[in-house]
């Protein structure tokens, strides 16, 4: 599953360092410098994690990470701290502006992945295992069995896998290419257009109590699964 990890580090050496050991570890990079940067990157489709610099210029990481804990669309968005403070005061500041981690600058590459990989695991909504539900639409995994109120519904194999990696990631945008990967492995070689053909059967196969309106087209974005009635 490649994931988008957002680096705001000012420093050009090791944002280019962290950048590259991300990649070679099978994530995507956006980077930013400082915090105007990094507020224009937060955006749809959202990454999946943030790498933040303590301090930044044009403000503190610890600024960028409360106002984006206090937005409903980026709340969620798993934050990790770099920081040379290591008083336990600074981190209690950190953590209580909802900072999920912490790194101490020196760091090893291998405690970084380490730690972005333990909160990617702390914060996934749902093992690949566990039933989920989502207004009345039931997916099983195990039994691989789709119900709507209680009504059994038929979906291909591809549509099962896109349900199911919609409803454990709500309320975000995820381009095509990025569902791609997620739903169809970045080994697999198929055009972008094909995610449309599959949503458009997803949709017609959920499509009961008007279930269909759960996928929702982001212009420009990609798609996002929805409870919320698009504005």
């Known amino acids: 599953m490649s994931r988008q990890i957002l680096v705001v580090e000012d420093e050009t050496p090791i944002r280019e360092m962290i950048t590259f050991v991300l990649e070679q570890n099978g994530f995507n990079t956006v980077e930013a410098a400082d915090i105007d940067q990094a507020q224009s990157k937060v955006t749809e489709p959202y990454p999946d994690l943030i790498v933040l610099d303590w301090m930044l210029p044009g403000g503190t990481g610890v600024k960028l990470a409360k106002s984006l804990k206090q937005n409903e669309y980026t709340r969620n968005i798993p934050i990790i701290m770099l920081t040379a403070r290591a008083d336990e005061d600074d981190k209690v500041a950190g953590f ?115 279930h269909e309106d759960f996928v929702q087209t982001v212009r420009g974005s990609g798609y996002r699964f929805s409870g919320k009635l698009k504005k």
Do not use: C
């Open 96 to 210: 209580e502006a909802g900072v999920d981690d912490y790194v101490t600058k020196p760091f090893s590459p291998k405690e970084l992945i380490a730690r972005i990989k333990a909160v990617i695991r702390r914060v996934s909504p749902t093992s690949l295992e566990e039933e989920v539900e989502f207004h009345g639409l039931k997916l099983d995994p195990v039994a691989h069995r789709v119900s709507i109120n209680d009504e059994a519904i038929d979906l291909g194999p591809t549509e099962f896998r896109l349900l199911h990696f919609f409803m454990t990631h709500t309320e975000r945008v995820y381009s095509r290419e990025q569902l791609l990967d997620n739903v169809w492995g970045t080994n697999v070689y198929v055009e972008d257009r094909t995610v449309d053909v599959h949503i458009r059967r997803l949709r017609k196969a959920i499509s009961g109590a008007g």
